[in-house]
C-alpha cells in the first residue's frame, strides 16, 4: 500500500488549483478544481470550498462539471455555414460578417427587425451588458431572455404583492429554525441537492414540512404530509388552505390591518367557495387540505416556497401569489424564520433578472417604460432617454415575430431555444426562417447547428464575474483557467461587436470588473441596488445579500421587517380565482392524460453541457415516461419499452418507466434530451396573461406502445 502511495505521489508532476463556482443551479457552489500533470496525460479532481450558502458541498453535477468543459467537442474557432456545411473563419471575419448582415438587415426590414435572445446562465456582467447592446449598439426594442421561461411568474408575482422581488425574503439560515414548511412544485433534492440540509436540518429540529407535486420525488419523501395534487390546479388548492385558515381563524388581523390592502376581497371571495369543490379540482382530498392549512395556521413560524411547478403554468404568477395571500394572512413575514422563497432555477437565474435583459427592464429592475427610469439609465449611458427603445415582446413571442416576418436577425447567447420552448417545432421552423442567426456558445446545439454563424465563447472555468446565488447574494466567481482556442468571454464578444457597429465609445470595457463598476451606478438606487457592492468587498466577505445602496452597507439579510416595497409600504393581497382566466388544455378523450415535465439530478436544462460529460451522461443515457403501472397496462405499455406520446402538437418517443407513485391521470417526462425525446414538442404556445410564462407543467397527452 504504502509502496503504491509512493508511485502515485511520483507520478504526480505539478499540481494547479482553479478556484471557481459551478456552472449549473442557482446555489453557485464554490468549487477548486485540481489539475494534476501526470506522466502522459492531466487528472482532474474538484473539491467544495466553504461559503456562506453551500458550507463547502457540492453535488454530482458540480463534482463532475469538468468533463464537459474538457469536452473534445467543445468550440474553439468561430464558424461560419458556407453552402449548408460550417467552415472554420477568423474573428475578423466573424465580425465583418455580423456588421454586413446586421446593417443590412436594420436596412431592409427596419430598426427592430434585429432580436437578441440572452441567457440567466451569464454572469451579471455580462447580462447587463447585452441589455445594453440592444438598446445602445444594436438600438431593437426585441431582447428578452431564457428566464423568461424560468423565474417570469414567481418575479412577477412578488413584485405585485410586495413590490420587489429577490427570490427570498429570508437567508437560508433561517430554514432550520422554522416550524413548518410548504414546498410548493420543488424538487430540491434533485434540483438544489445541497441546499437540501437546510430542510433536514428543519426537520430534526421538529418542523412540520408539506410538500405539493403530483409525483413522488426524492424531495417529497421528506414531507411529513403530501399533498399529490391534478397538476396545474396550485391556485385552487392555495384557495382550499386559505379557506381553512380564514374559518379556523389563524390570521393574523394586526399584520393583515397594518401591513396589507387588499383582505377583504380576498375573504369574500375565499369563504365563498366550498371545499368539496376544491376537493374535485385538485384531486386532494378536504381532510388533507384541512390537516395542511391548520397545521400552517398553528404554528407560531412557517415559510413556503414554490419553484416551476406552480410558476410554469399559464396561470403561474396567479398561482403564486395565492400562496403569498397565505402569507400575509397568517404574518408570516418581515419576522425572524417566517418567509417565502422562490426557489431560483440557474446559476444566475436571479442577477441576470435585474439587470435589464428582460424586454420590459432597465437595469437595477427598472422598467423601460417608467420617464424617471429611462432617464436614469439614459444618462450613465450617455445617450438621450429619446434614442432607447420602449419595451419588446416576451422570448417565446419573438418567435412569433420572427414567424411573422417582423424580426429577421438574431443575436442569441447561451440557450437552446429549439429545445427549451414550448411548442419547439414551430420554434425550429422560425429560426430557419432567419436571414441571419448568430449563436454564442460552448457546444454545437441542437439550436447552434441552425445558425448561419456560432462563436465560440468560455466557460465558468475561464470567465472571471458575478453571479447571483438564490438567496439573492452576490458572489465573484473567480475563473482563470485558459481559454481554450481563439474562444472569448461572452462580454468580449459584445464589446467586439459594438465596436464594429461603430459604438465603441458605449462599449470600452477591458475588464468584468470594469463593467461591473458600471452595473453598480446602473443599478444605484433601483430596487436591485448593487452600488455598494464591489469586486474587493466581495473577495474578502464571500458575497454579499442585496440591496445593498453602499459601500459600508453589510447588505440585506431578511426583507420587509418594517415595511413592504410599494410606496404606501403595504403588501397587496389579491382575488385569485379558480377558474384561471386562460383557460388550460384539459383532458378528453382523445388526450386522456395529463403531462408534466421537469429534471433530474443528474441532467441539467436541454442537456447541451451534460450529455457531454461521461459521468453523468451514464446516469440517464435517455429520456423516459414515468407512469403509474395502473395506466400502462390500460395502454399494454409493459415496463421499460418504447411509448409514442402525442399531444395536438406532434409527437416524441421516450421509454417507459413505471412508478406507483405518480398520480395515475398523469405522466411525467424530462426536458433534457432533444429530436424525437424532445418533450417540447408536446408543449403548447398559451402563456400566462401577466408574466407571459408557457404552460410547461400541463398538457393533455395520449399514449400509445410503439411496436
Ligand atoms: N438536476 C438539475 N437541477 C436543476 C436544473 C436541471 O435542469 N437539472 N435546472 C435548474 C433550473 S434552471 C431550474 S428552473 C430549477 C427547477 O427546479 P424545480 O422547479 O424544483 O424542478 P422541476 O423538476 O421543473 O419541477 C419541480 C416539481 O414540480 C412538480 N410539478 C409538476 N407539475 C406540477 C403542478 O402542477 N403543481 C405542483 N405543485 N408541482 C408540479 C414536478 O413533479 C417536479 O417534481 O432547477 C435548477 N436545478
Ligand atoms: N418542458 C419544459 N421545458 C422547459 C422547462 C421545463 O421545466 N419543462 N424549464 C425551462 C427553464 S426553467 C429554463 S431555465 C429553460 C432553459 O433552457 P435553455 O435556455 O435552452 O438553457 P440551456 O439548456 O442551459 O442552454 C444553454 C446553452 O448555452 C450554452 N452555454 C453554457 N454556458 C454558456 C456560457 O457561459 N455562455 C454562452 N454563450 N453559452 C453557454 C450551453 O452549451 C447551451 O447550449 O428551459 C425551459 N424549458
Ligand atoms: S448543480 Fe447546483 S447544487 Fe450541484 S454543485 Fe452545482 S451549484 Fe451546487
Ligand atoms: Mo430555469
Same mark, same amino acid.
Given at each position: 500500500m504504502l509502496k503504491y502511495f509512493r508511485t502515485k505521489q511520483k507520478e504526480v508532476q505539478s499540481e494547479k488549483i482553479y478556484d471557481t463556482q459551478c456552472p449549473f443551479c442557482s446555489m453557485q457552489c464554490k468549487l477548486q478544481l485540481i489539475e494534476q500533470s501526470v506522466v502522459s496525460r492531466k487528472q482532474y479532481k474538484t473539491v467544495g470550498k466553504e461559503n #456562506?450558502?453551500?458550507? /463547502?458541498r457540492l453535488c454530482i453535477k458540480g463534482m463532475n462539471a469538468y468533463q464537459h468543459a474538457f469536452n473534445r467537442e467543445r468550440l474553439k474557432y468561430p464558424l461560419l455555414k458556407v453552402n449548408g456545411e460550417f467552415v472554420r473563419i477568423t474573428w475578423d471575419q466573424a465580425l465583418e460578417q455580423i456588421k454586413a448582415h446586421f446593417t443590412r438587415i436594420q436596412e431592409e426590414d427596419g430598426q427592430n427587425a434585429l432580436a437578441v435572445y440572452g441567457s440567466a446562465s451569464i454572469t451579471n456582467e455580462e447580462a447587463y451588458l447585452l441589455g445594453k447592446f440592444a438598446r445602445v449598439a444594436l438600438q431593437t426594442k426585441y431582447i428578452d431572455y431564457n428566464g423568461r421561461l424560468c423565474m417570469s411568474a414567481a418575479a412577477s408575482a412578488a413584485s405585485q404583492t410586495f413590490g420587489m422581488d429577490r427570490g427570498f425574503t429570508n437567508s437560508l439560515s433561517e430554514v432550520p429554525l422554522t416550524r413548518c414548511i410548504i414546498l410548493a412544485g420543488t424538487n430540491i433534492a434533485e434540483c438544489q441537492p445541497t441546499m437540501m440540509p437546510y430542510f433536514e436540518k428543519a426537520k430534526e429540529n421538529g418542523a412540520f414540512i408539506i410538500a405539493i407535486d403530483p409525483r413522488e420525488t426524492a424531495t417529497t419523501k421528506l414531507a411529513d404530509l403530501h399533498l399529490k395534487l391534478k397538476p396545474g390546479t396550485d391556485a385552487a388548492l392555495a384557495n382550499g388552505l386559505l379557506k381553512v385558515i380564514m374559518e379556523e381563524n389563524y390570521l393574523d388581523e394586526a399584520f393583515i390591518q397594518d401591513r396589507a390592502h387588499g383582505f377583504n376581497e380576498v375573504k369574500d371571495y375565499v369563504l365563498s367557495l366550498k371545499l368539496e369543490d376544491i376537493e374535485k379540482i385538485t384531486g386532494v382530498s378536504m381532510d388533507q387540505i384541512r390537516k395542511a392549512a391548520i397545521i400552517f395556521g398553528k404554528e407560531a413560524t412557517g415559510m413556503i416556497f414554490t419553484a416551476r411547478g406552480v410558476e410554469q403554468q399559464t396561470d403561474g404568477s396567479a398561482a403564486v401569489r395565492n400562496f403569498l395571500n397565505i402569507l400575509i394572512a397568517t404574518g %408570516?413575514? /418581515? %419576522? #425572524?424564520?417566517c418567509g417565502y422563497g422562490a426557489v431560483t432555477g440557474q446559476g444566475n437565474g436571479q442577477g441576470a433578472r435585474e439587470h435589464g435583459q428582460k424586454a420590459d427592464q432597465l437595469p437595477g429592475y427598472r422598467s423601460i417604460e417608467n420617464e424617471e427610469h429611462r432617464a436614469y439609465v439614459a444618462n450613465v449611458w450617455g445617450i438621450d432617454p429619446d434614442e432607447l427603445p420602449r419595451k419588446g415582446v416576451s422570448a417565446y413571442e419573438i418567435f412569433e415575430k420572427i414567424n411573422e416576418g417582423d424580426i429577421t436577425g438574431m443575436f442569441l447567447m447561451c440557450s437552446n431555444p429549439v429545445v427549451s420552448n414550448p411548442n419547439a417545432a414551430f420554434v425550429k421552423k422560425a429560426l430557419q426562417k432567419l436571414k441571419f442567426l448568430v449563436a454564442v456558445d460552448l457546444f454545437m446545439s441542437e439550436t447552434a447547428k441552425l445558425a448561419d454563424l456560432i462563436l465560440p465563447t468560455s466557460s465558468y472555468l475561464e470567465d472571471e464575474g458575478t453571479m447571483t446565488n438564490v438567496e439573492g447574494r452576490v458572489t465573484l466567481r473567480e475563473a482563470s483557467y485558459p481559454c481554450p482556442g481563439e474562444v472569448k468571454h461572452d462580454w468580449q464578444i459584445i464589446v467586439d461587436i459594438a465596436r464594429v457597429l461603430g459604438k465603441e465609445k458605449y462599449f470600452s470595457f477591458s475588464s468584468a470588473e470594469e463593467i461591473f463598476n458600471e452595473l453598480r451606478v446602473a443599478s444605484r438606487g433601483g430596487i436591485a441596488d448593487y452600488y455598494g457592492i464591489t469586486y474587493e468587498r466581495l473577495r474578502k466577505e464571500g458575497g454579499i445579500l442585496w440591496p445593498c445602496p453602499d459601500t459600508e452597507h453589510k447588505g440585506t439579510v431578511r426583507l420587509f421587517e418594517k415595511s413592504f416595497a410599494h410606496h404606501d409600504g403595504k403588501a397587496k393581497m389579491v382575488v385569485v380565482t379558480n377558474k384561471p382566466v386562460v383557460p388550460k388544455e384539459d383532458v378528453c378523450k382523445e388526450f386522456p392524460l395529463h403531462l408534466t415535465t421537469g429534471r433530474v439530478m443528474s441532467h441539467y436544462l436541454t442537456g447541451v453541457q451534460t450529455r457531454r460529460s461521461p459521468a453523468l451522461a451514464a446516469r440517464n443515457f435517455e429520456s423516459y415516461l414515468e407512469i403509474h403501472p395502473t395506466t400502462a397496462v390500460n395502454y399494454l405499455i409493459p415496463d421499460e419499452s418504447l411509448v409514442k406520446v402525442e399531444s395536438r402538437r406532434g409527437s416524441i418517443i421516450v421509454r417507459s418507466k413505471y412508478s406507483e407513485?405518480?398520480? #395515475?391521470?398523469t405522466v411525467f417526462v424530462p426536458f433534457h434530451w432533444a429530436d424525437s425525446q424532445n418533450v417540447n414538442i408536446l408543449v403548447g404556445a398559451d402563456l400566462d396573461p401577466v408574466c407571459r410564462m408557457p404552460g410547461f407543467k400541463l398538457s393533455a397527452v395520449k399514449i400509445s406502445p410503439l411496436n
Open positions: #456562506p450558502t453551500t458550507q /463547502g %408570516k413575514l /418581515g %419576522k #425572524p424564520n407513485t405518480i398520480r #395515475p391521470d
